[in-house]
């Protein structure tokens, strides 16, 4: 397991899987070891995955600073791994709450940007936040799932101001495309990956930069951005989605139908083989990506 030290001196670990042209895979959670994102459906056939685990997370230390949990502090940790790598430029992956943590980085570096893949998240950089109508919606999709009278009920309780970890067990069916025993499995990792104390500073208030002036600088990333969204996932949805990737001056929103906040998990296929054909510049120019 390969580690190197980043810019205040935490020792941060990272997993290589696969073959080929390294892609750099920020995990989500937000603060969740990297361990979740498994071989991200099989792009491990196309890609050398760099999956990172984030400071006090996984196999990487924790810091002595703890403000330093959060997100936008971690940018410094994207470009030291760069540098430690020796690339230039970077392709770049970022899910969930790291999806915020890939765009502020190409907001403060772009010329380090090759391709940029925003997988299911990265709003928030910009100010843009999942609503409760946008939820709304798209609970409302699964209607008829045997689970969802519960889970609609627990979720009007959220909305209502109850802590959403007391019905945790109750929604997270939502956040899968099918609450299957796949599902089932990969979701019951969570408590264990994620570091909770720093879970909490991740967004906390001053977490992040200006989203005006991000807003801004995504002017400047003129390499190729590809925004995936989940066809039932309420945050974003894939109208926030498409949001986003208006922002940036090269960027395409892809949609996978029956999908929900974790897409490789819920149909492993259509995820790879979209994400591998964006990332391969002979592909992208024929737009089969693309929603």
């Known amino acids: 397991m390969p580690t190197f030290s980043t810019y205040d001196g935490t020792r941060l670990a990272y997993h290589v899987r696969g073959a080929g042209e390294p892609l750099i895979c920020l995990a989500g959670g937000p603060m969740r070891a990297s361990a979740y994102l498994g071989d991200l459906g099989g792009l491990t056939a196309h890609r050398r995955l760099i999956l990172l685990d984030p400071r006090g997370t996984g196999d990487s230390a924790e810091p002595a600073d703890p403000a330093t949990y959060r997100c936008g502090r971690q940018i410094a940790d994207v470009e030291a791994l760069r540098d430690h790598l020796g690339l230039d ?16 980085y190409a907001a403060a570096h772009p010329e380090r940007i090759a391709t940029l893949t925003v997988v299911t998240g990265g709003t928030r950089a910009v100010g843009i936040r999942a609503s409760e109508q946008d939820w709304r919606e798209a609970t409302a999709l699964r209607a008829g799932e045997p689970w969802y009278e519960a889970g609609r009920a627990a979720f009007e309780e959220v909305w209502a101001g109850r802590d959403v970890a007391e019905v945790a067990e109750l929604i997270t069916p939502f956040v899968y495309g099918r ?20 879970s909490a500073a991740y967004f906390a208030d001053g977490a ?4 005006a002036a991000t807003r801004a600088a995504l002017a400047a990333v003129t390499a190729p951005v590809l925004v995936y969204a989940g066809e039932y996932d309420g945050g ?26 974790y897409p490789w998990v819920d149909d492993p296929g259509t995820f ?10 002979a592909v992208r120019s024929r737009i089969a990506y693309r929603a």
């Not at 790879?272 to 510049?281: G, K, N």
Request: proline share 8%; net charge negative; aromatic share 6%.
């Open 89 to 104: 430029r970077i392709d770049l992956l970022g899910h969930s709450a790291s999806g915020t943590l890939a765009v502020l």
């Open 179 to 198: 609450w299957d025993a796949k599902a089932r499995a990969h979701a019951a990792t969570a408590d264990e990956q994620i570091n909770w104390a720093a």
């Open 208 to 211: 992040l930069p200006d989203p």
């Open 236 to 261: 974003p949805t894939p109208a926030r989605a498409a949001e986003l990737a208006a922002l940036f001056p090269h960027g395409e929103v892809a949609v996978q139908r029956r999908a929900g906040h």
């Open 272 to 281: 790879s083989r979209t994400v591998a054909a964006f990332l391969d510049p």
